[in-house]
């Protein structure tokens, strides 16, 4: 019988390299496609898929080349490999029980990791696992005894460093690709499974520990000292609430509605067809606005950075901004210490808090960041229907979103904390179109702003279903309901495109213009009081949370947050942009220019007064600014103890399983349970939730 040879190209050190790098590779690209959930959307992404291992790969095994002993070198890329698909199959293990990645974070906790998963673990493991471990074994095997021969003459180090280069090419042109797919990459890194998918495992752990080190050194030099400068800033700018409003709505539970790009320049816009008809974009969300039960502020401005959306909850639910690089949710929402909205009601009030959205939690870190900021619940895409019919890229579309979410707010102990995240209304804006929404298209050369008042529209009629739930079901009376665009729909290079239908003509259109438009919708609607209207104060999302709590009639003098009530008499009115830029109500300054609000015209040469009042605007905003970057890259919140708010430990919180949990409470209470369901006598509420899809709303709605 022959005996069993290897290939003769194995036997030379760069064809076993070149082995370990296909294996390694197979193995990468099976866990991608069948193990990870990474969302491929284009052939595009398909092509970066399969090259983005090969450069780590080759990068990584290389280094054994530079050995020149043979035993050494091969010895060294048997440790490699060997590492490298430990942590491949451990990311597999590990997503299948958490639809996460795991962090450097993740490693230096491992033993909460193993007693969180427990005796699952064990039901984690397929039998097809073997796969990624097997020929850990196999290998070294078939060198001892010889199956594959080890040769002794090294590689020349021309020939390793031009491996070395080889792979930093690959990386390079992996990389390009990468950004021009998605832009931003490596700066918003506002998702772990767009690092996997673009740039790989082995990169992404690179990546995350050199984040992990810069923001654990900023951290370790932090000291409680620092909290003074903080808590004096505090002190100083405190708005104190106004005694008409505070405590209007006590006790109420609290519903924030998140309208994902939605600007304030489409409340009460009307878009014209080509027939010159017009059509109301928003109508239900109009006629909250104008009603005199609601807070409605005109002069709202979004202040996120790169982390957008999730800088918008950190502004509005911890009165902080986000990070001027990167987002804070990814970088820091699973280690920082926060005192946020839903903690702090549940501390104080007794608060029940759940959050629902219809995407990955992993998606900016939420899944992490939500157990920092107190969330007892998170409702993720796992609890929901989704499929191709009623979702897109960011998720499940709004209508069924909320009507979904019914069987979950339904059980929550009143009064309650809860978030919800729409989607639809979301770049490209091309989900939507006319024989689809009953929505007529705009029509300008940017097919961007064209399909924008579509989808705005369907995030309307989604918002007004799920009111209509609210008050069939029993809700709407005893709650207060918060509405915010979190950022801007249309850029400022799309603006010029949108200027003729805001009447204004695209060649004048200026930087004065484009800071006017990062207005955003804020509405507090409080069912049963009148004292509402619109109002004209200047403020941005910082200024949310200490308006909402004055409202629950809670004392906001004792927390660390850098907004300023906007129902106050003292608020200031001075709104900052994360970049330094800021908006007051007579003056702007943008992009390096100061301009007049009554004219938008630049003022070149300021009067001496209006210099010293200019500067002493550009003083408040970066000390507002710096404040909160001293608290997010310093974890400073967890030297503060004056608040009375004990320190939340996350390792407590498991999103898993939300309504069994719910469920058990509910049992738990009997007689005394609160839910909504409960007071239905345990019957279920979703039968008296009303909804069309955009199908059905195509044919119910007039055609254009």
Same mark, same amino acid.
């Given at each position: 019988?022959?005996?069993?040879?290897?290939?003769?190209?194995?036997?030379?050190?760069?064809?076993?390299?070149?082995?370990?790098?296909?294996?390694?590779?197979?193995?990468?690209?099976?866990?991608?496609?069948?193990?990870?959930?990474?969302?491929?959307?284009?052939?595009?992404?398909?092509?970066?898929?399969?090259? +983005?291992?090969?450069?780590?790969?080759?990068?990584?095994?290389?280094?054994?080349?530079?050995?020149?002993?043979?035993?050494? =070198?091969?010895?060294?890329?048997?440790?490699?490999?060997?590492?490298?698909?430990?942590?491949?199959?451990?990311?597999?293990?590990?997503?299948? /029980?958490?639809?996460?990645?795991?962090?450097?974070?993740?490693?230096?906790?491992?033993?909460?990791?193993?007693?969180?998963?427990?005796? %699952?673990?064990?039901?984690?493991?397929?039998?097809?696992?073997?796969?990624?471990?097997?020929?850990?074994?196999?290998?070294?095997?078939?060198?001892?005894?010889?199956?594959?021969?080890?040769?002794?003459?090294?590689?020349?180090?021309?020939?390793?460093?031009?491996?070395?280069?080889?792979?930093?090419?690959?990386? %390079?042109?992996?990389?390009?690709?990468? /950004?021009?797919?998605?832009? /931003?990459?490596?700066?918003?890194?506002?998702?772990?499974?767009?690092?996997?998918?673009?740039?790989?495992?082995?990169?992404?752990?690179?990546?995350?520990?050199?984040?992990?080190?810069?923001?654990?050194?900023?951290r370790a030099e932090a000291s409680p000292n620092d909290l003074k400068e903080v808590e004096n800033y505090v002190k100083e700018h405190h708005a104190a609430p106004n005694s008409e409003y505070f405590g209007l709505a006590k006790g109420r539970n609290v519903i924030t509605i998140h309208l994902e790009s939605l600007q304030q320049f489409v409340i009460d816009y009307k878009l014209k067809d080509e027939n010159g008809q017009e059509h109301e974009?928003?109508?239900?969300?109009?006629?909250?606005?104008? =009603?005199? =039960?609601?807070?409605?502020?005109?002069?709202?401005?979004?202040?996120?950075?790169?982390?957008?959306? =999730?800088?918008?909850?950190?502004?509005?639910?911890?009165?902080?901004?986000?990070?001027?690089?990167?987002?804070?949710?990814?970088?820091?929402?699973?280690?920082?210490?926060?005192?946020?909205?839903?903690?702090?009601?549940?501390?104080? *009030?007794?608060?029940?808090?759940?959050?629902?959205?219809?995407?990955?939690?992993?998606?900016?870190?939420?899944? *992490?960041?939500?157990?920092?900021?107190?969330?007892?619940?998170?409702?993720?895409?796992?609890?929901?229907?989704?499929?191709?019919?009623?979702?897109?890229?960011?998720?499940?579309?709004?209508?069924p979103f909320f009507q979904q979410s019914v069987k979950y707010l339904e059980r929550l102990q009143q009064p309650f904390y809860s978030k919800f995240i729409a989607v639809s209304n979301h770049y490209p804006y091309s989900e939507f179109k006319n024989d689809e929404a009953g929505f007529p298209m705009a029509n300008t050369s940017d097919e961007t702003i064209n399909g924008y008042f579509a989808t705005a529209n369907y995030l309307d009629k989604?918002? *007004?279903?799920?009111?209509?739930?609210?008050?069939?079901?029993?809700?709407?009376?005893?709650?207060?309901?918060?509405?915010?665009?979190?950022?801007?729909?249309?850029?400022?290079?799309?603006?010029?495109?949108?200027?003729?239908?805001?009447?204004?003509?695209?060649?004048?259109?200026? +930087?004065?213009?484009?800071?006017?438009?990062?207005?955003?919708?804020?509405?507090?609607?409080?069912?049963?009081?009148?004292?509402?209207?619109?109002?004209?104060?200047?403020?941005?999302?910082?200024?949310?949370?200490?308006?909402?709590?004055?409202?629950?009639?809670?004392?906001?003098?004792?927390?660390?947050?850098?907004?300023?009530?906007?129902?106050?008499?003292?608020?200031?009115?001075?709104?900052?942009?994360?970049?330094?830029?800021?908006?007051?109500?007579?003056?702007?300054?943008?992009?390096?220019?100061?301009?007049?609000?009554?004219?938008?015209?630049?003022?070149? *040469?300021?009067?001496? &007064?209006?210099?010293?009042?200019?500067?002493?605007?550009?003083?408040?905003?970066?000390?507002?600014?710096?404040?909160?970057?001293?608290?997010?890259?310093?974890?400073?919140?967890?030297?503060?103890?004056?608040?009375?708010?004990?320190? &939340?430990?996350?390792?407590?919180?498991?999103?898993?399983?939300?309504?069994?949990?719910?469920?058990?409470?509910?049992?738990?209470?009997?007689?005394? %349970?609160?839910?909504?369901?409960?007071?239905?006598?345990?019957?279920?509420?979703?039968?008296?939730?009303?909804?069309?899809?955009?199908?059905?709303?195509?044919?119910?709605?007039?055609?254009?």
């Amino acid at each position: 019988m022959k005996k069993l040879k290897a290939p003769a190209f194995l036997n030379k050190r760069l064809g076993f390299y070149a082995l370990l790098t296909f294996l390694l590779w197979a193995k990468s690209i099976f866990a991608y496609l069948f193990e990870f959930n990474l969302g491929i959307e284009s052939l595009t992404q398909y092509f970066i898929l399969f090259i +983005n291992p090969i450069a780590s790969t080759m990068f990584l095994l290389s280094i054994a080349l530079y050995v020149r002993r043979s035993k050494a =070198s091969y010895l060294t890329m048997m440790i490699i490999y060997a590492l490298a698909s430990i942590l491949l199959f451990a990311n597999v293990v590990y997503y299948r /029980e958490f639809t996460d990645f795991i962090t450097v974070n993740t490693f230096l906790g491992a033993g909460k990791v193993a007693s969180g998963l427990g005796e %699952s673990a064990v039901r984690l493991f397929r039998p097809f696992d073997l796969l990624y471990l097997i020929d850990i074994v196999i290998l070294p095997i078939l060198l001892w005894h010889k199956k594959i021969k080890e040769e002794e003459r090294p590689v020349r180090a021309r020939m390793a460093f031009a491996m070395t280069a080889l792979s930093i090419m690959i990386f %390079s042109g992996n990389l390009f690709l990468a /950004e021009a797919d998605r832009p /931003e990459l490596l700066t918003r890194t506002f998702s772990r499974d767009y690092l996997i998918k673009y740039l790989g495992v082995n990169a992404f752990t690179v990546y995350d520990g050199i984040q992990t080190y810069k923001t654990n050194q900023v951290r370790a030099e932090a000291s409680p000292n620092d909290l003074k400068e903080v808590e004096n800033y505090v002190k100083e700018h405190h708005a104190a609430p106004n005694s008409e409003y505070f405590g209007l709505a006590k006790g109420r539970n609290v519903i924030t509605i998140h309208l994902e790009s939605l600007q304030q320049f489409v409340i009460d816009y009307k878009l014209k067809d080509e027939n010159g008809q017009e059509h109301e974009v928003t109508p239900f969300l109009n006629s909250i606005f104008h =009603s005199n =039960s609601t807070f409605a502020f005109d002069n709202f401005f979004h202040q996120v950075k790169a982390g957008k959306t =999730s800088d918008a909850e950190t502004l509005m639910e911890n009165s902080l901004f986000g990070l001027n690089q990167g987002s804070l949710f990814s970088q820091l929402g699973g280690k920082n210490t926060f005192q946020a909205a839903p903690d702090i009601l549940k501390q104080t *009030e007794g608060y029940t808090s759940a959050a629902f959205h219809g995407n990955s939690g992993s998606f900016w870190n939420r899944s *992490e960041t939500y157990k920092n900021l107190g969330y007892d619940y998170f409702f993720d895409s796992s609890y929901y229907d989704v499929n191709d019919e009623n979702s897109f890229q960011y998720g499940l579309h709004d209508k069924p979103f909320f009507q979904q979410s019914v069987k979950y707010l339904e059980r929550l102990q009143q009064p309650f904390y809860s978030k919800f995240i729409a989607v639809s209304n979301h770049y490209p804006y091309s989900e939507f179109k006319n024989d689809e929404a009953g929505f007529p298209m705009a029509n300008t050369s940017d097919e961007t702003i064209n399909g924008y008042f579509a989808t705005a529209n369907y995030l309307d009629k989604a918002v *007004e279903e799920f009111f209509n739930y609210l008050k069939a079901s029993g809700l709407y009376d005893n709650s207060i309901i918060v509405m915010y665009g979190d950022h801007y729909g249309i850029s400022n290079s799309r603006n010029p495109d949108l200027a003729p239908l805001l009447g204004k003509s695209k060649e004048t259109w200026s +930087n004065f213009d484009n800071a006017q438009m990062q207005r955003v919708p804020y509405m507090v609607h409080i069912p049963g009081q009148e004292k509402g209207g619109i109002n004209h104060t200047y403020g941005g999302e910082v200024d949310a949370l200490p308006t909402l709590l004055h409202l629950l009639g809670t004392d906001t003098s004792k927390y660390i947050q850098l907004g300023q009530d906007l129902l106050s008499k003292d608020n200031s009115q001075i709104v900052a942009f994360r970049d330094g830029d800021y908006v007051t109500p007579n003056y702007t300054y943008y992009s390096g220019n100061l301009y007049d609000n009554k004219n938008g015209m630049p003022i070149s *040469e300021p009067s001496e &007064i209006l210099q010293r009042q200019a500067d002493g605007w550009k003083e408040a905003v970066s000390k507002q600014l710096h404040t909160s970057d001293n608290i997010n890259n310093g974890d400073l919140l967890r030297f503060y103890s004056a608040s009375g708010l004990k320190p &939340i430990d996350a390792s407590q919180f498991d999103y898993k399983d939300g309504l069994n949990k719910m469920e058990k409470i509910e049992n738990k209470l009997g007689d005394k %349970s609160t839910s909504i369901f409960d007071q239905h006598g345990k019957k279920s509420t979703q039968d008296l939730y009303k909804t069309e899809t955009y199908k059905q709303y195509q044919e119910q709605t007039p055609q254009q």
